[in-house]
């Protein structure tokens, strides 16, 4: 972890130094290696919370773009199961980095524990989810709305266990060969039987997720009355992913 609690303050891992977990009190060393990511470990056992992912460089860029006092809070629910969200804001928002895999069972139990929630999700991880990407943004589809495509079928797009909830995703295929990183929002239509797909610049997204009005534009996008012509009138335009040159349909 990024905090341990010391004398009621939320503290860094500097070597040496000693702390509390946040969430069940044990004491926590601080791990200042020259490999892993400086952090918090659980005195001589696991973590605590069964859903915490060891954190990767990746974690903390996303984490380190909102103020310290938003990430790690432990959240309760009403039979007094406890875990820690990676980032919580103070509009109520949950958001989990995502990097390693995670199992559809373990997904969903996260989603109705915070309830409120979007997932970022590491699209560098494996090759083949980027190839999947490249090949899956051939098939998207202009919707009326700028930057808004349809994707009939996300499997072919993004990693499976990511296309089947009711929670927003955000994939991170990190900077591309223009110098842009785009954030690609996967959700479901609330008019139509398909998904879409909102691509917004990293900085954006930081900026609406911490001014709130991420969910609330997106229920505007998702709710937007219209079906997807599956051969709309092409414009096509070559854009640059990853270094490489693909046709991209846009309105
Ligand atoms: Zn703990």
Redo the contacts with the bound molecule.
């Keep these: 972890m990024q905090f341990a609690v010391l004398d009621n303050q939320k503290v860094q891992p500097i070597k040496g130094r000693i702390g509390y977990?946040?969430?069940?009190?044990?004491v926590?060393i601080a791990k200042c290696g020259k490999v892993k990511i400086h952090h918090w470990s659980?005195k001589g056992r696991l973590?605590?919370?069964r859903w915490w992912e060891s954190e990767t460089q990746w974690h903390r860029d996303w984490k380190n773009q909102f103020p310290s006092e938003w990430h790690e809070i432990v959240q309760y629910d009403d039979e007094g199961e406890k875990h820690i969200a990676d980032l919580k804001t103070p509009h109520g928002l949950v958001v989990e980095f995502q990097h390693s895999q995670i199992n559809s069972e373990e997904k969903l139990s996260r989603e109705e524990f915070y309830k409120s929630i979007i997932w970022i999700v590491d699209g560098m991880r494996r090759k083949k989810d980027n190839e999947r990407f490249v090949n899956g943004l051939r098939e998207f589809l202009t919707t009326k709305i700028k930057n808004t495509y349809w994707v009939l079928e996300p499997k072919r797009a993004f990693p499976s266990e990511w296309t089947n909830g009711k929670h927003i995703v955000g994939f991170d295929f990190g900077i591309d060969q223009n110098g842009a990183h785009n954030i690609y929002l996967l959700f479901k239509s609330q008019k139509a039987q398909y998904h879409q797909c909102t691509i917004v610049d990293k900085a954006d997204i930081v900026k609406l997720i911490s001014d709130g009005s991420l969910l609330s534009l997106m229920n505007e996008i998702s709710s937007i009355k219209q079906q997807p012509q599956k051969s709309p009138k092409k414009s096509n335009t070559w854009i640059s992913h990853k270094g490489k040159f693909i046709k991209h349909r846009r309105w």
């Design positions: 977990c946040p969430m069940c009190g044990a926590m659980h973590h605590c919370d």
